[in-house]
Nanobody, 127 residues
C-alpha cells in the first residue's frame, strides 16, 4: 500500500524560507511522478511542482517559479519542497501525491489526477 506522509508545515512570516517534506513508502512500480499540490481556503487544489522520480524532470506552476524548488532523495524515499520568499498567498494545505505516469504527470502538473495522496500539511504565511 502506497503511503505518503507530509511534514514541515507551520506558521511563518512573509519573506522567510520553509521546507515541507513527503515520506513515500509502499511504492512497487519502477517509475513515477511525485508532486506537491496546494489548496488555499475557498479554492480548488492545484499543482505546484512535480518531479519525475527516475530522470529528475521537473515542472512548476508559474506563481512559484524561481521561489520554490522540488527535489527528491530516492535513497531515502523523500521528496521536498523548498519554499523561499513565501507570500501570504502561499497559505494553503500542501499535499504530496504520486502518479504512475511520470512523463504525462510532470508535463501537466498533475492536472488530470494522481493515483495516491497524502493527507497534507498546513502552511500559513502571515504578512
Amino acid at each position: 500500500e502506497v503511503q505518503l506522509v507530509e511534514s514541515g508545515g507551520g506558521l511563518v512570516q512573509a519573506g522567510v524560507s520553509l521546507i515541507v517534506s513527503c515520506a513515500v513508502s509502499g511504492v512497487t512500480f519502477d517509475d513515477y511522478a511525485i508532486g506537491w499540490f496546494r489548496q488555499a481556503p475557498g479554492k480548488s487544489r492545484r499543482g505546484v511542482a512535480v518531479i519525475s522520480r527516475n530522470n529528475g524532470a521537473t515542472n512548476y506552476e508559474d506563481s512559484v517559479k524561481g521561489r520554490f524548488t522540488i527535489s527528491s532523495d530516492n535513497a531515502k524515499n523523500m521528496v521536498y519542497l523548498q519554499m523561499n520568499n513565501v507570500r501570504p498567498e502561499d497559505t494553503a494545505v500542501y499535499s504530496c501525491a504520486v502518479d504512475k505516469d511520470p512523463v504525462f504527470t510532470t508535463r501537466t502538473l498533475g492536472a488530470y489526477g494522481m493515483d495516491y495522496w497524502g493527507k497534507g500539511t498546513l502552511v500559513t504565511v502571515s504578512s
